[in-house]
């Protein structure tokens, strides 16, 4: 079987920004996000923030009130002129005015520093920024099997598989790995930026759904084969056999 690839990318760190003058607290955060999956960088004012935005862009921005040199207001103002990429303000200030000065110069949201980290972490999340996202863009083609990234669908002779985003992304990863052995953690954590605790079962649920969708196509499920008590592998030799069986 011929088969075709193209450049593929690999797995992207979300960048976060913290602009936190207090040190302690700036590191606790860094540690935090770091254990979930992102890349933290740090700066301690509000004119090192803005160098720092405008050299690397960070993906996310967490911005304190109370800077020593520019206030996070002001901050978020000039930020907003070139940036439209998501702001949290972290703040001690409990009152509603603070709140509503956040938004007014342009924050998506606004978290109290003595809120469980978990709080911070779901409205990172909501805001659709999340630890790593494996970035299927580039075409794969096996034979007569190809992913088109542009319709985030996989194709057989020119049928598609009506795959979900969750379910092409998946099986152009473990794909991209043809006839390697890919665990559920190493799935888990490049897909979703999780840990694998040993009873997550998404995995499982979604290669099922792939794999019903490869037969209703005229496909051998067992294209995608699992490896006991680790994970999945691609095997695309799989389809020359069977047609030659038939």
Request: aromatic share 10%.
């Amino acid at each position: 079987m011929k088969f075709a690839k193209y450049e593929l990318r690999n797995t992207i760190m979300k960048e976060v920004l913290i602009i936190e003058d207090d040190k302690l607290v700036s590191l606790t955060l860094k540690s935090q996000l770091e254990s979930k999956g992102f890349a933290v960088t740090q700066v301690f004012n509000g004119s090192n923030a803005l160098r720092k935005v405008i050299n690397t862009f960070p993906d996310l921005i967490l911005l304190d009130i109370g800077l020593p040199d520019i206030s996070g207001y002001e901050v978020c103002k000039q930020l907003r002129e070139f940036y439209q990429r998501p702001i949290i303000f972290i703040t001690s200030h409990e009152d509603s005015i603070a709140e509503i000065n956040c938004f007014e110069v342009g924050a998506d949201d606004f978290v109290l520093k003595t809120a469980p980290f978990e709080v911070l972490y779901q409205r990172i999340k909501r805001l659709g920024v999340r630890p790593s996202k494996y970035q299927p863009d580039d075409i794969l083609a096996f034979g007569d099997v190809k992913f088109i990234p542009a319709s985030t669908d996989c194709f057989y002779q020119r049928k598609a598989l009506g795959l979900t985003q969750e379910e092409y992304e998946l099986f152009y990863f473990i794909a991209t790995k043809h006839n390697s052995v890919v665990s559920r953690q190493v799935i888990l954590k490049v897909l979703k930026g999780a840990d694998y605790d040993g009873i997550d079962r998404s995995i499982d649920i979604k290669v099922a759904r792939i794999r019903n969708k490869l037969k209703a196509v005229g496909l051998p499920a067992n294209i995608i084969q699992s490896v006991r008590s680790i994970g999945y592998q691609v095997c695309f030799s799989i389809i020359s056999e069977s047609e030659i069986a038939n």
